[in-house]
Every structure is written in structure tokens, then in C-alpha cells.
């Protein structure tokens, strides 16, 4: 079996300037495109969210943008850094960062802005947006010598709002088991969280609790599986490719794990990458100390529509 868990993934722009007597001036608010440079550098990166680019290039941003296309000025100063997540549907992670340009730093004409890495990488561009006014239309902004920049990216990473469905057999003893695989925990801080600058989608826990088999069923989304819990032995994420926006994960459950006699394994929950998965099984696998257990899951990613 392999669980396939889909996200989509956004982010949001908003420019404003700072005279030096304090007063701020709302310069711009718009989405952005997330390159897919920026998707490939999620899978096994957690740097994403270092700096901000300006620049005065005017061309539609594409998917295969991996940088500005007339850069004038990068800033990896942070004057604000916060986290969360939504409290109802759909349910997301987000993490929101001020990048301040210090007075004079992005001086001029501008047209296009950025989020990524710092410009010494050469490929840069996580995402890439034309700086647009209320209509929506492309626009060219002016930041003078003597004001500051600030600019606002705030990333949203939204966790399946489907359940995920199939069956396995048993190649001991034949049974059929049905698995319904959802996320979970979707409101907690701690298991959807956004790294500072990003996180690794390979990213899969620092401690045993990170997964876990349970003996009891299944929750709604914000919950996790209920029951008796048993730590995992290992989980394995398998290495990144670019282009596929997919990890695969193995969780292995050794001899002397989730052995819940009589009740069997109902469900089990881990994390992988920004979220926190669930994987309930019906009937129950009856686990002993002469078996493994292996659960495989896919996490994937997409911009979101």
C-alpha cells in the first residue's frame, strides 16, 4: 500500500514604504507564482525563505523562472517572523516574514519582487512575482533614497482536504485490509509548522513520538489517532528527485512495536516534511512479536489553483 497525501501550496506579496519620521505607505498587495524551482527546492531543502529580490524586470513571471529578470537589490534582514495556522477549513500552515532594504538599498523603479535564496546561488527564485496594483494589473512602483522597504511574503502550505482510500492484503494470512489515510492534528503549532526559512520535505520528526501506531480508530482531522500508541522502530524517507514535487516515507513497526494484543493496529500517525498524517486500518491488522509491520506514504505538493 502507499497513502498519498496532496497539498497545495500559495504565497502573498505586500510592499510598503517607510519614510524616516515612521510613517508607512501601502506600495502594493498581490500573489505570487512559486516557481517550479521553488517546488523542486522543497523537497530536500529548509533554505527557501532566506532573502526578498527587487528588481525592474517586467516580463510575466513563468513557471521555469529561477531569478529575477533585472535585479537591483536582496535583503536577508528580517524585521518580523511569525507562524501559525488556520483554525478552520481548509485547514493550512503559514508562516509570514518582513524583509526590511535598508534606507536607500532599493532606491528606484521597481517592478518585480522575489523570495528565495541569496544571489551568490546564482538560481534563486522560490517565487517570482510583477509588483501589480488594486486591479491587479502589472505596475511599476518608486521607492526613494531616503525610505525603507518593506516586503511581506506569507507562504500557506494547505493539507488534504479529501481522505485518501484503498485496501491491502495480507500476504500472511490473506485478509483484506481497508485504510483511509487523512491528515492530522491540522490546528496544532507543532506538527504543522513552517520552518524559519522553509522546511525539508523530507523532514520527518526528531523524536520516536513522531510516529506512532495506536490500537484505537482513526479521528477527524484535527485530532490524532486515539487508543494505547506505540513508537516506530524507523521511518526512512527516500531521497528527492527534482521534477517529481513527491516524497515517499517507510515506516517500519520491528518485532517488539505496536504488538497491541488482542486489539490489533488501527491506525498509525507520523510527520513527513511540513504536516502530520494519519492511517487508519479496517479491520485491524493483529500484530505479535513474530511479525513487521510497514506502512509506505507519499506526500506531494502542487501550487495551489
Not at 524507523?234 to 486489539?263: C, I, M, W
Not at 490489533?264 to 513474530?290: H, S
Request: hydrophobic share 40%; charged share 20%.
Amino acid at each position: 500500500m502507499r497513502a498519498h497525501f496532496h497539498h497545495t501550496v500559495s504565497g502573498h506579496f505586500r510592499l510598503e514604504a517607510v519614510r524616516p519620521n515612521g510613517q508607512r505607505r501601502l506600495l502594493a498587495e498581490f500573489d505570487n507564482l512559486i516557481t517550479d524551482w521553488g517546488l523542486d527546492r522543497m523537497g530536500d531543502n529548509a533554505d527557501w525563505l532566506t532573502a526578498c529580490h527587487v528588481g525592474s524586470g517586467n516580463t510575466a513571471p513563468a513557471n521555469g523562472d529561477t531569478a529575477l529578470v533585472s535585479h537591483i537589490a536582496t535583503t536577508s534582514t528580517v524585521q518580523s517572523d511569525t507562524s501559525g495556522n488556520a483554525a478552520t477549513a481548509p485547514y493550512y500552515a503559514w508562516r509570514k516574514r518582513v524583509y526590511r532594504f535598508a534606507a536607500g538599498a532599493a532606491a528606484g523603479n521597481l517592478a518585480e519582487v522575489a523570495i528565495g535564496l541569496g544571489t551568490a546561488s546564482g538560481s534563486y527564485a522560490f517565487s517570482r512575482a510583477l509588483i501589480r496594483d488594486g486591479m491587479g494589473d502589472p505596475t511599476t512602483i518608486t521607492i526613494l533614497a531616503d525610505e525603507i522597504l518593506d516586503v511581506t511574503y506569507e507562504f500557506r502550505f494547505y493539507a488534504p482536504e479529501a481522505d485518501a482510500t484503498g485496501s491491502v492484503t495480507d500476504p500472511e494470512t490473506l485478509v483484506d485490509h481497508n485504510w483511509t489515510g487523512r491528515a492530522s492534528s491540522v490546528t496544532s503549532a507543532v506538527l504543522w509548522e513552517i520552518g524559519n526559512n522553509g522546511r525539508s520535505m523530507r523532514y520527518a520528526g526528531i523524536t520516536s513520538a513522531d510516529a506512532r501506531a495506536f490500537d484505537g480508530a482513526i479521528q477527524a482531522v484535527t485530532l490524532a489517532p486515539s487508543g494505547v500508541a506505540s513508537n516506530s522502530s524507523a521511518r526512512t524517507p527516500a531521497a528527492y528527485s527534482n521534477g517529481n514535487h513527491y516524497v515517499d516515507l517507510e515506516l517500519l513497526f520491528g518485532l517488539n512495536q505496536a504488538n497491541f494484543t488482542p486489539a490489533g493496529v488501527g491506525a498509525v500517525q507520523f510527520r513527513l516534511g511540513i504536516g502530520t498524517y494519519q492511517i487508519g486500518f479496517d479491520p485491524k491488522p493483529l500484530k505479535t512479536v513474530d511479525d513487521e509491520l510497514k506502512v509506505t506514504a507519499r506526500v506531494s505538493w502542487s501550487r495551489r489553483p
